[in-house]
């Protein structure tokens, strides 16, 4: 097992923490699964736009990060 795919498969555990955190940490839109969990309360609470706004950036960052990770874990093993 080479080091590149050892630094991949780490990258690609801790993106995908990270993008499991990012996504729950959304604000519930109403009426789904985060409601029935309690996500009703903390909607009136809520964040403001611009928190809103940059965990979306976030999120989209780590999801991209994610898919890269894998196509160059599928890559590697392609070629290896």
Do not use: E, Q
């Given at each position: 097992m080479g080091v590149l795919t050892i630094i991949l498969q780490v990258l690609l555990v801790l993106s995908s923490f990270f993008l499991i955190m990012t996504i729950l940490m959304h604000?519930?839109?109403g009426g789904g699964l985060s409601d029935?969990?309690?996500?009703?309360i903390s909607s009136s609470a809520g964040s403001s736009g611009v928190a809103e706004r940059?965990?979306?950036?976030?999120?989209v960052g780590v999801a991209?990060?994610?898919a890269a990770t894998i196509i160059g874990l599928g890559l590697v093993a392609r070629f290896a």
């Open positions: 604000k519930g839109k029935m969990f309690g996500g009703g940059n965990l979306n950036r976030i999120t991209l990060l994610w």
